[in-house]
């Protein structure tokens, strides 16, 4: 079993700035890729950013140059930084992970349970 938690989401005005973290416990497992994924209300869930086992980085067009996704592979914790916060940056977000669990080699999908980020204009 292996379980993702999010934390850090509250209000926050335009401009500002808050910082997501994703910690992944359980069974023993080696995480691939990890991604940070948002949800607003009445859209689907978009991909804001990923990050690779070996540090390759993307993100969404909409988020570039504002956020940044990073992770401590010594923690199990991936973090995503958000800067210059727009109203329409407002969702729940959700921590995502590509694992691989050791004891058969079977390769999982994990999801956290989400964090409300709102940006007030």
């Known amino acids: 079993q292996v379980q993702l938690v999010e934390s850090g989401g509250g209000l926050v005005q335009a401009g500002g700035s808050l910082r997501l973290s994703c910690a992944a416990s359980?069974?023993?497992?080696?995480?691939?890729?990890m991604g940070w994924y948002r949800q607003a209300p009445g859209k689907q869930r978009e991909l804001v950013a990923g990050?690779?086992?070996?540090?390759?980085?993307n993100y969404a067009d909409s988020v570039k140059g504002r956020f940044t996704i990073s992770r401590d592979n010594a923690k199990n914790m991936a973090y995503l930084q958000m800067n210059s916060l727009k109203p329409e940056d407002t969702g729940v977000y959700y921590c995502?992970?590509?694992?691989?669990?050791?004891?058969?080699?079977?390769?999982?999908?994990?999801w956290g349970q989400g964090t409300l980020v709102t940006v007030s204009s």
């Open positions: 995502n992970a590509d694992i691989t669990w050791v004891v058969t080699g079977l390769d999982l999908e994990v």
């Open positions: 359980g069974t023993i497992f080696s995480i691939n890729a």
């Open positions: 990050i690779s086992s070996g540090g390759s980085i």
